[in-house]
């Protein structure tokens, strides 16, 4: 039903910068989020960015003046700004999107996830 496919992953020396997309598949899902989320070797999956149908948007205080999360409608895709990667920053990044579809009347939420892109930051 929802299909979400990142890409723009790679490897980049501290200091540089990466920008992700995640292009989303849909046909009667309303997305009302979508959010990037990463998860490095040994921790655990931690929230990075998100951006609302609204356009509100929120950062982890790891990324806050580093990353931008944005979207293009148009294309169904949100992308993730990456600049002045550090090392700690190496993770895979995954997108995830949350929403409802309509049946019978009544909303039906839920959420989909991308297959991951990884992102490794050499020091």
């Known amino acids: 039903q929802v299909q979400l496919v990142e890409s723009g992953g790679g490897l980049v020396q501290a200091g540089g910068s990466l920008r992700l997309s995640c292009a989303a598949s849909?046909?009667?899902?309303?997305?009302?989020?979508v959010g990037w989320y990463r998860q490095a070797p040994g921790k655990q999956r931690e929230l990075v960015a998100a951006?609302?149908?609204?356009?509100?948007?929120n950062y982890a205080d790891s990324v806050k003046g580093r990353f931008i999360i944005s979207r293009d409608n148009a294309k169904n895709t949100v992308y993730l700004q990456m600049n002045s990667l550090k090392p700690e920053d190496t993770a895979v990044y995954h997108c995830?999107?949350?929403?409802?579809?309509?049946?019978?009347?009544?909303?039906?939420?839920?959420?989909?996830w991308g297959q991951g892109t990884q992102v490794t930051v050499s020091s």
């Open positions: 951006i609302t149908s609204g356009g509100s948007t």
């Open positions: 849909v046909s009667t899902f309303t997305i009302n989020r």
């Open positions: 995830n999107a949350f929403g409802y579809t309509i049946v019978a009347g009544r909303s039906n939420w839920d959420d989909y």
